[in-house]
Nanobody, 122 residues
Framework: QVQVVESGGGLVQAGGSLRLSCVVS????????MGWYRQGPGKQRDLVAT???????NYADAVKGRFTVSRDNTKNTVYLQMNSLKPEDTAVYYC????????????????WGQGTQVSVSS
C-alpha cells in the first residue's frame, strides 16, 4: 500500500508565498518522477512542475520564475515553493509520484494525493 499525504495549502494574499509538501509512504521499492498538478475552478487539471529522482525539474510556463520544485529522497518527499503568488494561481494542487513496488518489477504506478486548496486573494 502507498499513501500520499499533502500539506501546506491555504489562503494567502497576492504576492505572498506558500510551500507545499507531499510525503509518500508505504511498501515502496523506489520512486521515479514526482510532480505537481493543479485544477482551478471550471478548469482542467494542468501540469505545474515535475522533478526526476536526481532532481531535474521542469515547469509550466505560467509558473516559471516563481515556483520551485524539489525533493528529498531520504524522506520520500516532494516540495513546491510558490512565490509571488497571483490570484490565477488559485486552484486545488495535486501531488503525484511514480512508484515501483518491487525490485523485480519494471511497472510504475502513479499515485495521487488528495489535493490541497491554494487560494490567492487580491
Amino acid at each position: 500500500q502507498v499513501q500520499v499525504v499533502e500539506s501546506g495549502g491555504g489562503l494567502v494574499q497576492a504576492g505572498g508565498s506558500l510551500r507545499l509538501s507531499c510525503v509518500v509512504s508505504g511498501s515502496i521499492f523506489s520512486i521515479g518522477p514526482m510532480g505537481w498538478y493543479r485544477q482551478g475552478p471550471g478548469k482542467q487539471r494542468d501540469l505545474v512542475a515535475t522533478v526526476t529522482h536526481r532532481g531535474t525539474s521542469n515547469y509550466a510556463d505560467a509558473v516559471k520564475g516563481r515556483f520551485t520544485v524539489s525533493r528529498d529522497n531520504t524522506k520520500n518527499t516532494v516540495y513546491l515553493q510558490m512565490n509571488s503568488l497571483k490570484p490565477e494561481d488559485t486552484a486545488v494542487y495535486y501531488c503525484n509520484a511514480d512508484v515501483t513496488l518491487a525490485y523485480n518489477s519494471d511497472n510504475f504506478f502513479r499515485y495521487w494525493g488528495q489535493g490541497t486548496q491554494v487560494s490567492v486573494s487580491s
